[in-house]
């Protein structure tokens, strides 16, 4: 295992390059990453002597940057999520539009809605009541949206439907914050039908003369069981969840429910997640674990549930890639319980044990943590495993 670092990706490990760019910014993703990360790992394969990728994999795709990143390179792709919301807006963001899309987009705006029928939708949210996250205007003006989207053909509804539930934050009196969501009454809720209005237009223009190209395939999946044949890709590109306690499922929560009409999608989304995160009822102590991990994972159970779980995705990436091929994964080490937990260094270790012929570890950015009575610099890097 060598490391290196290049402080440069750091600013590639956030959403916040993607947020100001076309595309890539319809669907806010606290935990996506930036195109240029997905450019700098297939530059790097051409420097180090390697075919250009022509096929690449993201098996934990978020909101698409990696398929967005390959598709605007002419390289074929594909993604897998385990959460709905996630692989819907991979694909509504990576599909091929034709004019005629747009136009019926457009006009859609100047559709009557009607207010009554939306009012009988059921709507539900499994944290809390849906009408208690929005004004009443917005929570009849989305419902009405909604309704009338689903009349909607193919990909126009899915244009459509991915700017409603990219507005819902701004239409309502939620905060997201860390890994919670907050009703915050003082907040100021945007009118939703306006805002949808807006958006719905910046993505026209955005599509606009765009050319078409190699439409990447979105499954809604586990990354630990990927529905992929043996040694078919050239290169992964991708960033798991982190060890942070963040359950996804909840945090998109309301879009989630909103894009499924249903309460119960949100379980199905967590039972098919890594386990980085604490479920309820379900602490999931973990007997074997990866022997890398050493006695944190018995002392904190999240920490050995975890890596069991990112052990099977390893274990996928290895048998999906041809030899020579390389997976080029971006994590982040974490503190939990106050224990400084070395996550890109125990992936490495795993990477070499399951069979990858060398690995690196890239380090992009450090911050300094507190873990009592220290201070300890923890990291975020990309850890490259080559088959
Ligand atoms: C850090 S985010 C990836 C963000 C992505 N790089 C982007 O730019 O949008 C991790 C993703 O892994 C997904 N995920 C969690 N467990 C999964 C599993 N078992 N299989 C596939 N995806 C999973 C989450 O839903 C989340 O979208």
Known sequence: MRVA???ALGAFMTFELSKEKPIHGWFWYKEGYAP????????TELETGNRRPESVLDPFCGVGTTLLAAKDKGIASAGVDASTLAAFVSKAKTEDYEKSDLESALAFLNRKLDYRSAEKLDWQFELFSTKAAFPKRNHTEILALREAIENEDGRCRNLLLLALLSVLPQA?????????????????????????????KRMCRELEGRPQGHVPRVFL?????????????????????YLNNIDYSKIYGLELSLLAMSKAEAEEVRMRAIRSFIRTGNPGQETEMPPEVGEIGLRIPIVGTYFKDMEASIAEMFRVLRPGGAAYVNVSNSVIHETHVIVDEIFAQMAERIGFAETEIVVGAERIADVR???????????????
Not at 373 to 387: G, L, N
């Open 36 to 43: 240029e990360l997905v450019d700098w790992a297939l530059k």
């Open 172 to 200: 309502s009196v939620i905060l997201k914050d860390g890994g919670v969501l907050k009703i915050d009454k003082r907040k100021r809720a945007l009118p939703a039908r306006e805002i949808f209005r807006r958006k719905v």
């Open 221 to 241: 999946g586990d990354a630990r069981a990927l529905d992929i044949g043996g040694e078919e890709v050239d290169a992964v590109i991708t960033s798991p969840p």
């Open 373 to 387: 009575p220290q201070k300890v610099k923890t990291r975020e890097s990309v850890v490259i495993m080559r088959k």
């Open 5 to 7: 670092t290049d402080y």
